[in-house]
């Protein structure tokens, strides 16, 4: 006898259990759902603007790239060194950030600040 009711129990615990999983099962399903509306969401027109002035805000105060020359003795710097050198002495430039991840991230800025200097000297 005490082993149907033990056979019961565990029987009663697993569909316990079974019914929980089926839950966040669903759960889980909704919040990805959720989760790819937000991704694929377009952002507003303020929303743009807040990140376009926020990437020029911050490339403008974390380098030097408008002012560094990229010329060196006639010759153009490796583009790698001159992004190197326009983040030297940069006030309170984050410890945090590897630069040369912030070079990759701002690379389109840095790509059009080189290539201006470059037109500038030549």
Known sequence: MESKTCEEYVLAKLADALAE???LKAELEDAKERLDAIESAEPSALEQMVVEYGRRALFSDKTYARTTNAMDGGEAKPYGTWCMEAMENVYRFPKNIDKAEFVE?????????YEEHLEEDR
Do not use: G, I, L, Q
Not at 105 to 113: M, S, V
């Open 21 to 23: 999983n089926e839950e």
């Open 105 to 113: 991230f701002f690379e389109p800025e840095f790509r059009e600040a």
